[in-house]
């Protein structure tokens, strides 16, 4: 048996599982790979593949082009990015490993508070042999606006509670009551832009919220306003916030995420002015990454085994007869 271990950037997946164990051979990725072609061409002899969140896609154009592959393990308890009807009709289980979102909310708070009290600029300064820089900006007494008010948002919600800020939520799916029941006032998608000192997105991206923060939206915002993205780089026009920030529309971006990741290096928004950025390490935690790490190596057990998994692939007609096995060595 044969396994691929994916964008280990860090190069800590072999320290954080035991391998060794499965009595296979381990390979692990430490870089990108850059597009379909790449991925067919390193992944074609592999027997399972451990996909890190969603750095690497698998569409149908891909995985239909990996003949040996039988097992896809996603950490975390989905992954927009594999097309899991096409594993299902080419007949590759795809497993799930446990999530806990407590890390992606410490981020948007380090990143809120990043941006308020001009962190990153003070401490260049003082590295520089410089001091102060600006006047940084108070939570208490100012609004904090949820986009998406789901197991993230609400948690945010809470801490903002903490600081003194007022909470407000709004979209597409919630209802005043729910967020009622959380402690967050129900507002209008328009009230939501307009009143909030500091608005951070919490959705899914799908095709109903990709852009869903444009140009229009960004118009709405105070000019003293932070715009905080922990969740997916597509949910904001990304030209709309390069002008919105150039033109000084709102006061700042602090962004974990992006449309293409790794960013690129001549990337506009590396040089955009008043902004904080974090190469996605919302979920980047040791803490995390030992259960993804630990999860994945039993479920490739259980699979081996032919025991039960965590499958997000469901039952369905299959096109392979009786669908791709383990390796009688596995």
Known sequence: MKIAVLDDYLRVARGLADWDSLGAQVDVFTEPLPDEEAVVTALSGYD?????R????????????????????????????IDLDAARRLDITVTSTRYFPQPTVELTWALILAAARLIPQSAESVRQGGWQVGLGTSLNRTTLGILGLGSIGTRVAKVGHAFGMEVVAWSQNLRPEDAQAKGVRYVSCEELFAGSD????????????RG????????????????????RGPLIDEAALLRALNENWIAAAALDVFD???????????????????????YVARDLFEVFYRDAVEDIAAWSAGSPLRTLTP????????GRQPPASG
Do not use: W, Y
Request: hydrophobic content about 40%; charged content about 15%; overall charge positive.
């Open 212 to 231: 869903i923060v444009g140009a229009g939206e960004l118009r709405l915002m105070k000019a003293s306003s932070i715009l905080v993205n922990t969740s």
């Open 48 to 52: 399972v593949v451990v996909a890190m």
């Open 315 to 322: 039952p369905g007609p299959r096109t392979q007869g009786p």
């Open 260 to 282: 293409r990741e790794p960013l690129p290096a001549e990337h506009p928004l590396r040089s955009a002015p008043n902004t904080v950025l974090t190469p996605h390490i919302g």
């Open 54 to 81: 969603e750095r690497t896609p698998f569409p149908a154009s891909v995985l239909s082009r990996l003949p040996k592959l039988a097992l896809l393990v996603t950490t975390g308890p989905g992954n927009a990015a």
């Open 198 to 209: 500091v608005l951070s997105i919490h959705l899914r991206l799908s095709e109903r919220t």
